[in-house]
């Protein structure tokens, strides 16, 4: 990562009533026909082969054969059919399947968005759309969804709530980008399980409402994590009643962040956590000043605790205990990257009561980086015990040694150019799991610090893909099922560099970029200023 070192009426020939034509336009939706004329669904918006599949047409030709709808992602499978498609009319509402009450919290938001009425479990009617749980989908496959449009009405059908809210985000899009649901039967299904945006919170405070902001953005482009960085030398931004004396004087409430946490849930978006150790632990040792690290000469190592101490890892894990409770999605970050004993020439002669303490517990073999590796995989096990997959950046996983690191923490691949940074094909050869947070692509970096420059949805777009996890090249393609997504990391080195707003207006094309390339693994079907322009209508 970068440091400052280194979410009814057929319509067949009747006339639309005013509420509804008022409803488009509020919704800024346009066009009509079946899925949408080229004028209405922008440039170079008909579907090509290679996202259509074949399907006989229905009987009536008094429609043309309908296009896939304009989204991002994309979706990555419609089957044609000739009909008017579906918007939302007089009537109109959306409806449950009987058996699939769960999915009330969708079907009132989609209803909501669109301005019509709510009916709950209930027969689906001409001009509903109807949300159902099973019979939909691809088989084992979760987040993936069927969407139905014929005879004037929707059915959007998953196995699991997740491809359902995928499924009512298609057609909100479809809506905005072409006025219309096109008839046929929509088939999609994401190719990655992990796709989400992270932001630094520690070095830049950012209000509760910017960040529920960027849930709603994320959700409505099938982005499933939100990745909090909120601890660092710079600051610790997060209320705490274990270690309160840390906290610095803007952050968020637990209230807050509890909100947040239901609005992500709400959306289909985990929030993971991170608490990095033993490195940027600035905030933390200011309050406790005794825990830092020194060199040989007694300097102080900045952002570093001092991990020969017992001490040490009590409020570490006191810290983290706390939470994992607060936080209830499946994941933690437990940092681990850019420690500066090991990011010096020669460790064991830069700190040599931390090589002493190696080797009295490991063997006289022993290096610093064991004592870091065995502090890695404590921390990930006092997570494990919460309840939660343990995550941590690659630069703090070493080969070989007299410790190993535990092969179970999901390595979070930002860069290569640390000490200790391995390629990423070694860490693959391992059986480790990865995520892409590539730092030439991926990394949106306040004031462009260390070489850094401001990733481009452009870039991300025609030559990033999970395969490429450093630099520009990809890995072996066999490695595929290895790599369980991408993140987008917005770090704030500088924090002044950028106004959250303006965040929020940079990282806004990297991120549909993104959401498009870890969705669907073929290459875009439409160029990137039919992307872009696209990209405005939703």
């Excluded at 004329?37 to 074949?54: K, V, Y």
């Excluded at 985990?270 to 690290?293: F, K, Q």
């Excluded at 437990?334 to 303490?357: C, F, K, Q």
Aim: glycine fraction near 10%; aromatic fraction near 6%.
């Amino acid at each position: 990562m970068s440091r400052p070192t280194a979410p009814r009426r057929r319509g067949r020939g009747r006339r639309r009533a005013a509420g509804s034509a008022a409803l488009v336009l509020a919704l800024g939706l346009g066009g009509c026909g079946a899925g949408g004329d080229g004028d209405a669904a922008g440039p170079g918006t008909a579907a090509t082969p290679s996202r259509t599949a074949e399907a006989s047409p229905s009987p009536t030709r008094t429609h043309p054969l309908s296009t896939a709808p304009r989204t991002i992602p994309a979706v990555r499978e419609h089957m044609p059919a000739r009909g008017p498609g579906w918007r939302p009319g007089d009537g109109s509402g959306v409806v449950v399947a009987r058996g699939s009450g769960v999915l009330a919290d969708e079907a009132r938001l989609l209803a909501r968005e669109l301005g019509i009425e709510h009916r709950g479990e209930s027969p689906a009617r001409a001009g509903d759309i109807e949300l159902a749980l099973g019979g939909g989908g691809v088989s084992g496959v979760p987040e993936s969804y069927t969407l139905t449009t014929r005879d004037g009405r929707v059915r959007i059908a998953a196995p699991d709530e997740a491809g359902v809210f995928y499924g009512t985000r298609t057609v909100k899009q479809a809506l905005r980008s072409g006025g219309v649901v096109p008839e046929g039967v929509v088939r999609d299904r994401p190719d990655r399980p992990q796709r989400g945006l992270m932001i630094d919170i520690a070095r830049k405070h950012f209000t509760a409402a910017w960040l529920e902001a960027r849930i709603r953005e994320m959700a409505d482009l099938k982005l499933n994590q939100l990745g909090l960085h909120f601890s660092d030398d710079q600051a610790f931004r997060i209320e705490s009643d274990s270690h309160p004396e840390v906290v610095s004087r803007r952050h968020l409430t637990k209230a807050e962040v509890r909100r947040l946490v239901a609005l992500a849930a709400s959306l289909h978006i985990t929030v993971v956590p991170e608490i990095d150790s033993p490195g940027h632990l600035g905030a933390v040792l200011s309050a406790h000043p005794s825990l830092r690290l020194r060199d040989a000469r007694g300097a102080v190592a900045r952002g570093a605790i001092d991990i020969a101490r017992p001490e040490s890892a009590r409020i570490v894990d006191e810290l983290l205990r706390e939470y994992a409770q607060l936080f209830p999605g499946r994941y933690f970050h437990v940092g681990a990257d850019e420690y500066r004993a090991l990011m010096a020439p020669d460790p064991e002669a830069s700190y040599p009561r931390l090589a002493a303490e190696a080797r009295d517990r490991y063997g006289p073999g022993a290096r610093v980086r064991d004592l870091a590796t065995d502090w890695l995989n404590d921390r990930a096990a006092v997570v494990r015990a919460a309840g939660k997959q343990p995550k941590a950046w690659n630069d703090g996983i070493f080969p070989g040694g007299a410790v190993a690191a535990d092969e179970r923490v999901e390595v979070e691949y930002w860069t290569g150019r640390e000490i200790g940074a391995r390629p990423p094909v070694e860490y693959l050869r391992e059986g480790r799991k990865v995520v892409n947070v590539n730092d030439r692509y991926l990394y949106y970096v306040l004031g462009e610090p260390n070489r850094f420059t401001y990733p481009t949805g452009r870039e991300i777009y025609a030559s990033w893909t999970p395969l490429v996890l450093r630099g520009t090249q990809p890995v072996p393609s066999r490695y595929s099922g290895q790599i369980l997504g991408g993140r987008l990391a917005v770090w704030c080195d500088f924090a002044n560099a950028q106004t959250q707003d303006r965040v929020a207006a940079g990282i806004r094309m990297p991120l549909r970029a993104l959401a498009q390339k870890v969705w669907d693994p073929r290459d875009p079907s439409l160029s990137w200023s039919e992307f872009s322009a696209l990209a405005g209508r939703l």
